[in-house]
T-cell receptor, first 114, second 115 residues
Framework: GEDVEQSLFLSVREGDSSVINCTYT??????LYWYKQEPGAGLQLLTY?????DMKQDQRLTVLLNKKDKHLSLRIADTQTGDSAIYFC??????????????FGTGTRLQVTL | GEEVAQTPKHLVRGEGQKAKLYCAPI?????VFWYQQVLKNEFKFLIS????????ETGMPKERFSAKCLPNSPCSLEIQATKLEDSAVYFC?????????????FGQGTRLTVV
């Protein structure tokens, strides 16, 4: 079955870069996602990457995918206090596109300090 | 609507009572998903629908849980005879189609507390 793992906690200073890591086991994963959850709120999709890509950049966010090692990372440049939240990586299998269920990681709580 | 609307935001039920949660997907979205977020942030997939048809129900508990998506009505998730372990935040998400981009939009969730 699918398994997605993340470290539980990351603390960074405002202005520094944050790197949140994720490993997954399902080799048929086609889409890999990063979601942000603020306290008491739903999930906000930050970015996603197809498994045939190595990197995707979107403003302050950079996603790196190492398909061989099944490792996904999210780098947030110039981290701000508003970035404090829980970040979830998620994957979905090939073939079923948007109808497929997401398997989420355990979430990484990012704390941004002044 | 332009966002996934879940009601109620909070629901408190005594053990053994019924709980019913509602989700209005984004207009034009064909797929609806239900997830359960329990302690330690773990998300568990429950069920998905393609329009009013069940698409994938591999995550649904065999007993007490049921869900529907009927035409012209919000989708619903019903839990009969709630148990303490059903306490969680239940999220609904919707997405547009199999062919287009893969984004699933999530609602704000319904927090169910069973006492």
């Amino acid at each position: 079955g699918e398994d997605v793992e993340q470290s539980l906690f990351l603390s960074v200073r405002e202005g520094d870069s944050s790197v949140i890591n994720c490993t997954y086991t399902d080799s048929s994963s086609t889409y890999l996602y990063w979601y942000k959850q603020e306290p008491g709120a739903g999930l906000q999709l930050l970015t996603y990457i197809f498994s045939n890509m190595d990197m995707k950049q979107d403003q302050r966010l950079t996603v790196l995918l190492n398909k061989k090692d099944k490792h996904l990372s999210l780098r947030i440049a110039d981290t701000q206090t508003g970035d404090s939240a829980i970040y979830f990586c998620a994957e979905s299998p090939t073939n079923t596109g948007t109808a497929s269920k997401l398997t989420f990681g355990t979430g990484t709580r990012l704390q941004v300090t002044l | 609507g332009e966002e996934v609307a879940q009601t109620p935001k909070h629901l408190v039920r005594g053990e053994g009572q019924k709980a019913k949660l509602y989700c209005a997907p984004i207009k034009g979205h064909s797929y609806v998903f239900w997830y359960q977020q329990v302690l330690k942030n773990e998300f568990k997939f429950l069920i998905s629908f393609q329009n009013e048809n069940v698409f994938d129900e591999t995550g649904m508990p065999k007993e007490r849980f049921s869900a529907k998506c009927l035409p012209n009505s919000p989708c619903s998730l019903e839990i009969q005879a709630t148990k303490l372990e059903d306490s969680a935040v239940y999220f609904c998400a919707s997405s547009q189609s199999r062919v287009r981009s893969t984004e699933a939009f999530f609602g704000q969730g319904t927090r169910l507390t069973v006492v």
